[in-house]
């Protein structure tokens, strides 16, 4: 081992990628892309590999080499989105209350989803759900996501911000059903609200409820 006069060890060196792996990493990007935006627009039923691969300008049999299945890219767009809402929970202000994080991811989740960025999936497919239960990345991500939530909605209902009747699962549940809420999509259909104001009347009916205050 190469130590330095200090003693200690240096960095090892990242090896940069080749440019056939740059260009094998821009088309996988390429394809999560497609998939993601098929996924948001027409969900996972209808859409086709053959859409994916038109989108990109591949052909099929290279988008194969790339993810093995449907399920596989629909898994990958899950993993981006997943990993964009890593990036967002980190970029929260530290000194915020539990409560208003929460608030602030739910704000932020549906913005995606009107800005038709969020991957859409089918609440019962055993294919699918098969296919995401066997992918380590989806469910790393999957479970920091949900633990960092978790932790906020405990310190949101002991500040009694929360009702603490509710489990946390339920209430961790109900804020990722705001995600791909369809009362968004509804409303926006009606032409008669900004997306400023979905959202804003979204978030107050989930944190705040229906009850007359």
Known sequence: MITTVSGVAPAPVRKKPSFREQMHQAREDAIVLAVNKLLAEKGFESMTVDEVAAEVGIAKASLYKHFPSKEHLAAAAMVRILQRTQDFLASLPETASAHDKLQAV????MQVHLAGEMPLLPSENSTL????????AYL??????????GEWIVQAQSAGRLNPAVPPTVVLYTLFSRACDPVLGFMKATGQYSTEAIVEQVLMTCFDGLNAR
């Open 140 to 149: 790393d991500a999957l479970t920091e996501v949900s633990d960092r939530l």
């Open 129 to 136: 759900r098969a296919t995401l239960m066997a992918h380590k």
């Open 106 to 109: 739910v704000r932020w989740a």
